[in-house]
């Protein structure tokens, strides 16, 4: 995702939200701060992680157990 909250052209409707910052910390490739980010933004404002699951720049998080038990939280409110 670049600067202006764009990720291959797009522009996703929450950027600048509770993800942006995770996403900002992935792009230095610290897993464990995006995950500390994101599990804080869960805490905060669930609905605005719920394309967590879709956005390219979190796929490197799958198969993590705390970015699994995040989207299982995410499933089940």
Known sequence: MNENGKENGVKYAF?????DPANRV???D?????LATLEDAY???PIYLLG???LPSFFN???NPRFE???TKL???
Do not use: H, M, Y
């Not at 950027?15 to 993800?19: A, N, T």
């Open 15 to 19: 950027d600048g939200f509770e993800v």
């Open 26 to 28: 992935l792009s230095r």
């Open 30 to 34: 610290e897993s464990d701060k995006a």
């Open 43 to 45: 805490q905060k404002t």
């Open 52 to 54: 967590i699951r879709i």
């Open 61 to 63: 998080l799958r198969g």
């Open 69 to 71: 038990a995040l989207l």
């Open 75 to 77: 499933d089940n409110p």
